[in-house]
């Protein structure tokens, strides 16, 4: 699987709320034991069958929870079977449908120490920022530890603190075994690149982020890119293109497996990055 990125959705949040068809997308499988169940092709959420119970990774927003919900159904499994809900980091587009998946599950929730703070001293930077959007509240129950990995069943999930697109965005990575032949993969996902907070614009009207956060993620790029990953997963499915290859998926044919997408990967959202500087 080459990397490459597309354009971005445009007015996504409008879509979502008032013609969510046009974002629209089935759930579809991208590794062993994983699966892309956002339900719309603007947000990225993975869920992960561990074998003694669910890991969902990120909500997205209020007015695309049905899709989400509808997601989990259509692959055979059910809201309650979600034990954990990781959090990427502190927007609304990631986390705006966390306190009803929160109360629809009952998973325990996780998220950052430092967007937990994030969240709640700036909310008009990360849960109120669009008119058409209408995020939930909710409280966290554990903060990551990159010394402490989050286990459950089979899986063991190592999370990193990557800042620069929030102060405290986190990533996660975890290996899978491919029931067909045995083989082990590890796959990334980035929490967060968005080149959008990292700019002087951004920046001047911020009362919380700072462009020692920008250099942090700047820093940060070749300590990322030395972590191998075999399948890297997008936080938003435009980043790193999957959505093209949906139902393409079997144990047989991991057409998301290719090494050199994750450090490619970094290397362009640096290149975006330093482009707005």
């Known amino acids: 699987m080459a990397f490459r990125c597309t354009p971005a959705a445009k007015d996504p949040v409008a879509a979502l709320a008032y013609r969510p068809w046009t974002l629209a997308v089935e759930p579809f499988q991208v590794a062993p034991h994983t699966w892309y169940v956002a339900g719309q092709t603007w947000v990225g959420c993975y869920l992960i069958d561990t074998g003694d119970g669910l890991i969902l990774i990120d909500t997205a927003i209020p007015e695309s929870l049905y899709m989400l919900v509808d997601s989990i159904y259509k692959i055979g499994y059910r809201p309650a079977d979600i034990k954990k809900i990781l959090i990427s980091h502190a927007h609304f587009d990631h986390m705006g449908a966390a ?25 008009e930077e990360t849960l109120v920022l669009d008119k058409d959007s209408h995020p939930q509240t909710f409280t966290v129950d554990r903060y990551y530890s990159d010394d402490e990995p989050i286990v459950m069943g089979d899986v063991t999930i190592r999370t990193m603190l990557t800042p620069g697109h929030t102060i405290g965005c986190t990533s996660f990575f975890w290996e899978v075994k491919n029931p067909a032949d045995g083989e082990i993969y590890t796959v990334g996902m ?17 009362r919380y982020l700072t462009p020692a956060l920008r250099q942090r993620f700047l820093d940060d790029a070749e300590k990322l890119k030395a972590v191998h990953v075999d399948i890297a997963l997008p936080s938003h499915p435009n980043q790193i293109e999957i959505v093209d290859r949906r ?24 290149r975006q990055v330093k482009a707005l500087m």
């Open 99 to 123: 306190g009803a998946m929160k109360e629809l599950t009952g998973a325990e929730l996780y998220m950052s120490r430092e967007d937990t703070k994030f969240m709640e001293d700036c909310p």
């Open 190 to 206: 980035h929490g967060g690149v968005g080149a959008n907070t990292m700019n002087d614009n951004y920046y001047a009207k911020s």
């Open 247 to 270: 139902g393409r998926y079997s144990d047989e044919n991991q057409i998301y497996l290719d090494e050199t997408v994750w450090p490619q990967f970094i290397d362009e959202r640096v």
